[in-house]
């Protein structure tokens, strides 16, 4: 939605997860944000025109830094802004976070827990020379 209120004639929003989906309509609705689109696909199957010109940016974000694996493990289980985790029964996210949280019980001790989100950004241009995103 950044690129959307900086002034992007055209962003499409794309997640595998249908609920991510529908909470972005409606925080781009609650935003009054109207140049923006979102749909369910991956990174191969857009739905943009064919012959689109498409650059890729990886962009690492730290998401959060956690005291302790107690600490993350509330949050995975929280299901806190991670689209892939509402694809996951409850049974299923205790055993994520339950073996998450034994592997970052390994690291030296005071080191801290730092969760990096991993984004792509893709942007697409028509083959006529007009951003489509």
């Known amino acids: 939605m950044?690129?959307?209120?900086?002034?992007?004639?055209?962003?499409?929003?794309?997640?595998?997860?249908?609920?991510?989906v529908a909470d972005a309509q409606q925080r781009a609705e609650t935003l009054?944000?109207?140049?923006?689109?979102?749909?369910?696909?991956t990174a191969e199957r857009t739905g943009l025109p064919s012959g689109c010109a498409v650059r890729r940016h990886r962009l690492p974000e730290l998401r959060r830094t956690?005291?302790?694996?107690q600490e993350l493990r509330d949050d995975l289980l929280a299901r806190t802004?991670?689209?892939i985790l509402h694809e996951l029964d409850d049974a299923e996210?205790?055993?994520?976070?339950?073996r998450?949280?034994?592997?970052?019980?390994?690291?030296?001790?005071?080191a801290p827990i730092r969760e990096v989100d991993h984004w792509?950004?893709?942007v697409a241009q028509a083959s006529g020379g007009v951003p489509t995103g």
Do not use: H, K
């Not at 996210?93 to 339950?98: C, E």
């Open 66 to 69: 956690y005291a302790d694996a």
């Open 93 to 98: 996210l205790a055993l994520l976070a339950q």
């Open 100 to 110: 998450i949280c034994v592997e970052v019980d390994q690291r030296p001790a005071g």
């Open 81 to 83: 802004g991670r689209s």
């Open 32 to 41: 009054g944000v109207a140049n923006v689109a979102f749909c369910q696909g």
């Open 2 to 20: 950044a690129m959307a209120q900086a002034g992007a004639r055209r962003v499409v929003g794309v997640d595998f997860s249908a609920r991510m």
């Open 120 to 122: 792509t950004m893709w």
